[in-house]
């Protein structure tokens, strides 16, 4: 998954979240995916930042 996939996700999870008929069950679900969602954009974040310094060495 890229980056910006990443955000994407995270973002519609946030929208879903905000609405105001959701179930508790399905809120912490959708919490839950998006904790992953970002913890994968840092991951590739991370990654680029290592490959930058490389270059730069």
Do not use: G, H, Q
Request: aromatic share 4%; hydrophobic share 40%.
């Amino acid at each position: 998954m890229k980056f910006e996939e990443c955000i994407d996700k995270v973002n519609k999870a946030l929208e879903e979240l905000n609405k105001e008929d959701l179930s508790l069950d399905t809120s912490i679900k959708i919490y839950k995916n998006a904790l992953l969602d970002i913890k994968k954009a840092r991951e590739i974040l991370d990654n680029a930042k290592l490959e930058v310094e490389k270059i730069d060495e």
